[in-house]
């Protein structure tokens, strides 16, 4: 499993790389950071770009790297999103459609009883919902939510013994609904 993140983290890293370098040339780019998650510990960063007079691409990540009283709340979360703006690109009003996909070692809500966490991956599919507010030319603010289907892959293990508790030959399987994403943007944009 490890040598699957680590093949495709250089993958995904050096196709963002190519989207900000070429698209800043012939596109408004923005820069991004959460300013809700931060105030949490948990940063959230990402870039969008133009596609045309009312479509964007955006990619961002999250990731957190806590461990509380032993027990791991650690994940990296990672969105490509195709936006539509209802004004024009970067203004107003959009909805967003994307698919994503994370690795976590973290307890779920409903083990902490158990005294187990899992380790494991999923993948997301759903939409996102937002408005941009203009507040200079080169600064705006994004305020956020998007949720959909959750897809987990995960393995349990003992918090006291590090011995796996769940009884299962491969991955276990869970999904479900939810919201998993939001926070307010601060926006910067690169060019225009």
């Known amino acids: 499993m490890e040598d699957l993140v680590c093949k495709y983290r250089y993958r995904v890293i050096s196709l963002a790389l190519f989207f900000v370098l070429n698209t800043t040339t012939f596109a408004q780019t923005s820069i991004k950071g959460n300013v809700a998650t931060a105030l949490i510990g948990i940063p959230n960063f990402g870039f969008e770009t133009n596609l045309g007079r009312k479509t964007t ?39 967003g459609a994307h ?16 005294g187990d966490y899992q380790d494991g991956y999923s993948v997301f599919y759903g939409i996102s919902l937002g ?44 999904g479900e609904f939810l919201p998993y994403r939001g926070g307010l943007m601060l926006v910067y944009k690169l060019g225009r």
């Open 131 to 174: 408005y941009q507010f203009e507040i200079s030319n080169r600064i705006n603010l994004e305020l956020f939510i998007g949720g959909g289907n959750q897809q987990g892959y995960y393995k349990a293990y003992s918090l006291k013994t590090g011995e796996r508790t769940d009884g299962a030959t491969d991955f276990n399987k869970s």
């Open 99 to 114: 698919v994503g996909g994370g690795r976590y070692k973290l307890q779920k809500w409903n083990h902490d009883v158990s």
């Open 57 to 95: 691409f955006q990619l961002d990540v999250t990731a957190s790297f806590w461990t509380i009283k032993g027990v791991p709340y650690k994940f990296a979360l990672l969105f490509p999103e195709f936006r539509y703006y209802t004004r024009r690109s970067g203004n107003g009003f959009f909805v």
